[in-house]
């Protein structure tokens, strides 16, 4: 999987039927930058929209991610996918998805914890891009709402076996 910045990917990976560019992108610019100042609280300047993209597939997720060492918070669009065979199938719609977690901490590491999401599903390219903006901003206010250790609090899964 290859990670390509927004400014040097193609929006028709994520949505194959769009006509006009300007308007998504501009939205979807508009998400990138609240990504950024939330990586910049962080103190983790740089972050922004990346195309998750499969060299030689003509679909790509898109997806940006801002994080610490105790949390994580990320949005992500991606194409539909058939419920039965679990492989993409023609938009729409996209499912916008917005996750908060921190890593495990047990003896067996078993990824990352979720310790809140939303999700949503949208009909067409810019009201995905809406989306993509409302979870940014999400999850802008919920990384200043708390100090950021305190996520590491709320895993419920802190320390499984």
């Known amino acids: 999987m290859e990670a ?8 028709r990976w994520v949505f194959p039927d769009l006509v006009e560019v300007g308007p998504v992108l501009a939205v979807l610019r508009l998400a990138e ?3 950024g ?7 983790r300047p740089g972050a922004g929209l990346v195309f998750d993209h499969l060299p030689g597939a003509p679909y790509a997720g898109l997806s940006a991610l801002a994080e610490l060492e105790e949390v994580s918070f990320h ?5 539909p996918r ?5 492989v993409v199938r023609p938009p729409p719609p996209w499912q916008v998805d917005g996750e ?11 990824g990352r914890h979720e310790i809140e999401t ?3 599903a949208h009909d067409t390219p810019l009201d995905a891009a809406d989306g993509v903006l409302a979870v940014a901003g999400w999850l802008f206010d919920r990384g200043r709402a708390e100090p950021h250790a305190s996520w ?3 895993d419920v899964l802190s320390r499984h076996r």
Do not use: F, Q, T
């Open 82 to 86: 058939d419920p039965h065979r679990n």
């Open 75 to 79: 949005v992500h669009v991606s194409l």
């Open 37 to 43: 100042r939330l990586a910049g609280l962080l103190g």
């Open 100 to 110: 908060i977690s921190v890593r495990c901490d047990a003896i067996r590491d078993c």
């Open 118 to 120: 939303v999700e949503s």
């Open 152 to 154: 590491r609090k709320r």
């Open 33 to 35: 930058a609240r990504i």
């Open 4 to 11: 390509i910045p927004l400014s040097e990917g193609d929006l």
